[in-house]
């Protein structure tokens, strides 16, 4: 049986999932407290991954000795994202954390110490080096000085914010406000702090894969060969659109014709579309596409895995057939559809937008935005704030709006449609992050170089020369309009 230390540094590494099945494993060690100390004070040079907020979890559960000291530690690693679960980690020491607290802020300084003074407000212990330090904050940065000693409820700190509101102008609002309400919370009744119950296992999923974007060839390959269906399924999916080496492509080619479970099968054969060149593994996923006997699921990944051949006649049968087949099968047809960038599959998208099952929407959102069905921008733009069963679609949505969207395709003009999508949707800063890839993809398509992607490299750089032309349309063997050198399927197609 593995140790604590050794089933940690697997999760650190990558090739274990952090979920409910780690925890349970940690726990039933009767070492295992130990074990987790004896872990987190040991070198941690070439891992893969963060553990930190497992370990900062692990002991809170155990509670041992070492605990307090451990949080400061990983407070000074990352004092400008603190998380909410370190913080709830810290509070119950009260006063016991105040002065490796101090020490702390004072080792950071005013800049990086905002998180630091807002523990220690938290802690609303009431001290006259606390009470000065927030002073101090105020002094330095008023809004966040208001807030911390607003928290912190001493009545002593009242001077000093009716002094700062005095002196701020009436036009500064915001900040007016900020200060007559930590003046208002120093009037209110002092509480003590009580930490809530943690149930560690509350703070995890059943099951997480391994972390394959940052395992090596050679640690995936070996994932295939795990006892655990998802697993294997998971290390075939990590090859998917990615350069395949000579021994990838044929253990995959192995796993995809005799591993046991289809969908293991499956995600083998979507990770072999790469190679649909070679007659051989072309061949056997036509003949898994077009046999009805096999399972759905199967075939819908030799579907995907055919992508790159879609307008062959017999892919087009294949994908046809399993369209026809409805639920699961026609998702997967649609993904295969778009992926393939074949205009007459165009047609298929539309139909699809409204319909019942919202992984078939999903797929439709996708090949609208792909094959930029201008027409359908509306019914597209519904999913933006849609209701069960539809409200996870948000993203799809976002992204082939903005491929889809009325305009002309210039790099002038799209700055513009990320504004008008803001307008229509307010965006997050990952929502417009992924605009704003979705509109460099629109550029490609239009055989024009992105914006965004390479907009620091154009601020030192001249404008490159217009490029050529784009043709008709772009194949999946053609060269990456982006201008990396690499086949369109291999670059921007994915």
């Not at 007559?180 to 702090?193: F, G, R, S, V, W």
Request: aromatic share 8%; hydrophobic share 40%; with cysteine.
């Amino acid at each position: 049986m593995a140790t604590v230390e050794e089933l940690l540094h697997e999760a650190a590494m990558g090739r274990m999932g952090v979920d409910r099945r780690l925890i349970r494993s940690i726990l039933a060690d009767p070492h295992a407290a130990q074990g987790v100390v004896d872990f987190a004070k040991a070198s941690h040079e070439g891992e893969r991954l963060d553990v930190d907020p497992l370990l900062v979890d692990l002991f809170r559960h155990f509670k041992p000795a070492e605990a307090l000291d451990y949080y400061i530690a990983v407070l000074r690693g990352m004092p400008d994202e603190v998380s909410d679960d370190l913080i709830q980690a810290i509070l119950p020491f009260g006063e016991q954390a105040v002065d490796p607290l101090l020490a702390l802020y004072e080792e950071l300084g005013e800049e990086q110490g905002a998180d630091v003074a807002f523990v220690l407000a938290g802690l609303r212990v009431r001290d006259p080096r606390v009470l000065q330090l927030l002073l101090d904050r105020l002094e330095y940065d008023a809004a966040d000085g208001a807030f911390v000693l607003g928290l912190y409820g001493d009545p002593a700190a009242r001077p000093a914010l009716e002094k700062m509101l005095a002196e701020i102008e009436e036009g500064d609002t915001e900040l007016r406000r900020e200060i007559a309400y930590a003046i208002e919370q120093l009037d209110a009744p002092a509480t003590q702090y009580e930490p809530e119950p943690f149930d560690i296992l509350a703070e995890y999923h059943e099951r997480e894969l391994p972390s394959y974007d940052v395992l090596p060839e050679a640690e995936r390959l070996e994932l295939l060969k795990s006892d655990d269906k998802a697993t294997r399924a998971g290390a075939a999916h990590s090859f998917f659109n990615a350069e395949l080496s000579a021994k990838a492509k044929t253990v995959l080619f192995e796993v995809a014709r005799l591993d046991p479970e289809a969908i293991v099968r499956a995600k083998a054969w979507e990770s072999l579309a790469d190679v649909t060149t070679e007659e051989a593994i072309r061949d056997a996923m036509i003949a898994v596409l077009t046999d009805p006997s096999r399972p759905v699921e199967e075939r819908g990944g030799a579907a995907v895995g055919l992508y790159g051949v879609g307008d062959r006649d017999d892919v087009r049968a294949g994908f046809e057939a399993l369209y026809d087949a409805g639920g699961h099968a026609r998702a997967k047809a649609l993904e295969a559809m778009w992926r393939s960038l074949w205009q007459p599959y165009s047609k298929y998208f539309p139909p699809h937008l409204e319909d019942k099952d919202p992984a078939i929407v999903r797929e439709a959102l996708r090949g609208s935005g792909y094959f930029q069905l201008t027409r359908q921008a509306d019914k597209i733009a519904k999913y933006f704030d849609a209701e069960e069963p539809y409200h996870r679609l948000r993203e799809d949505a976002l992204f082939a709006y903005a491929l889809a969207m009325p305009g002309e395709t210039t790099r002038g003009r799209v700055r513009g449609m990320l504004r008008k999508i803001d307008s229509i949707t307010p965006l997050s800063s990952f929502e417009a992050e992924l605009v704003e890839f979705a509109l460099d993809e629109r550029l490609r398509l239009a055989g024009l170089q992105p914006l965004f992607s390479v907009e620091e490299e154009e601020e030192a750089e001249p404008e490159p020369a217009p490029p050529p032309a784009p043709p008709a349309k772009i194949g999946r063997n053609d060269p990456c309009p982006c201008g990396s050198g690499k086949k369109y399927k291999k670059c921007h197609g994915q």
